[in-house]
């Protein structure tokens, strides 16, 4: 059965995104902070990580079949410019398909149906490999559907005060986790817990 994950790199007070969509300059410094070369699907876009950070990326990435995102993500990426980063089929949870693109391609398709169905298709386009889906809200929806199988943290040093939370106001808390599995970085701690069963 195909694994569900969320991840997000997390300052230490829970929050992914700062008030008003500010905070990425020190969540994502990482990405940037050392010498390894890590290519991403976008031949403009190279990461500069450390061995131990780039080793975990890769990992994910290689194991990664499928994403599945929100329509507020994928507006505020543009669509990524037409293909997401990690070069994988990306499923778009949303209310109202958008008017400039197909429904289905092969980069994107856009699910009207809930979260059951948005994973469910993204699970068939991830074959024997896990699905991703963007932490916050596609993530506590997931976590309240008995979908979420992991939950990956990238744990960066920053306070940020108030902006997006990883998980907020979830039905069935407390969620008990098992782990973590822990990874040091530069200016990061890669965490991965399992989500425990009843």
Known sequence: MTKVFTGA??????????PNETGFEHLFNWYGNGEVEVPTGDPNMTLHMTEASANHFRELADNTGALVVGRRLFDLMNGWGGAHPLNRPVVVLTHNLPDD????????SFVTEGIEAAVDRAKQLAGDKIVGVNGGNIARQCLDAGLLDEIWV??????????????????HAPVLLDGPEITEGKDVTHLRYRVRRA
């Open 9 to 18: 790199s997390m300052s230490l007070d829970g929050y992914i995104a700062g």
């Open 101 to 108: 693109w197909p429904a289905e391609g092969p980069n994107f």
């Open 154 to 171: 990238e744990l960066v040093p920053v306070l940020l005060g108030g902006g997006v939370k990883f998980f907020d106001q979830l039905e």
